[in-house]
C-alpha cells in the first residue's frame, strides 16, 4: 500500500532466514515507525509493533523470537491454534486478527491473548461462553470496514456505537480500541481516508460513552501502509512481510476469506 517511503504492492521485501536477519529487518521497521511518529508529533513508544507471522513455519518463527518477538499476529485460527502448541516451550502472546467464526470460538478461547476481529455478536456471544468456562477474559478489538467494500469483513460504521453497547453484557471481553483494513492501493489519498475514519469513529465512541471503547486503541496500517496510518493515529502496526520476508502466497490467500 501507499506510504511516504514510496512502497508499491510488488516491493520485494527480503527474507529473514537468521536471527540477525529478523534483527536487521525489526531495526529498519522500528526506525520507519519511528519517523512517522516523529512526522505526527507523536511518541514512538505509544505505537506497538505487532509482527504477522502467518504463513511463516515454526523454524523461522523461533528464529524471530529469538530476535526479540514475543507476541505474533496469526489470521487463520486453526493455523495459530496448531503454532501455539508447537512452540508452548516459547513465551509467546498469540493475536488472532482475522475473521472468526463463531464455531471456532472454543480454539481462540483456549490459546489467544488477544482477538482483533470482532465484528459480530453471535462471535462475542461464543467467545464469552467458551471464556467464562476457560475462567480467563480476552483483549479484543472491533473492526470496522473502513473502505465500504464488500469483500472486506468488519461492521459498518454507523453500526459501531450500537454493536459497542451491546457487548458490554460479556464481562470477559475486554474492549482495546478498533481494528481496520484500509482500501488496497498504491495511492496514499485513497489510502488514508480508511485509517481517518477509524479515528474519528473512536472519537465519536469516546464523545458518547468513554466506557464504550476501552483504552481506545486503533489497530491499523500493514506492511505496505503502516506509516501512514501512524500519521493518522495508530497505536498498534501489524506488520508481517517486512519483517518476515515475501509470503509464498498472495494476500488474497489470507483477505478476505480466513476462518
Known sequence: M????????????????TVEDFRANIAEVDDRIAAAASRAGRDRAE?????????????RIRL????GCHKLGENKVQEAHRKSEEMADLDIDWSVIGHLQSNKAKDVARFASEF???DRIKVARALDRRLQGEGRSLDVYVQVNTSAEDSKFG????ELLGFLRDIREFDT?????????????????RVRPCFRMLAELRERARQTDPDLIGAGRLSMGMSGDFEVAIEEGSDCVRVGQAI????SVPDSHYWPENG
Open 244 to 247: 518476515f520476508g515475501k509470503r
Open 47 to 59: 505505537i506497538e509493533l505487532l509482527p504477522v507471522s502467518k504463513t511463516v513455519p515454526q523454524e
Open 64 to 67: 524471530a523470537v529469538a530476535a
Open 173 to 189: 471481553l475486554k474492549v482495546q480500541g478498533l481494528m481496520t483494513l484500509a482500501i488496497f492501493s498504491s495511492d496514499i489519498e
Open 116 to 118: 482483533q476481529a470482532l
Open 155 to 158: 461492521m459498518p460504521p454507523e
Open 2 to 17: 501507499g506510504e511516504n517511503s514510496g512502497l508499491s504492492h510488488d516491493e520485494q521485501y527480503s527474507t529473514a532466514l
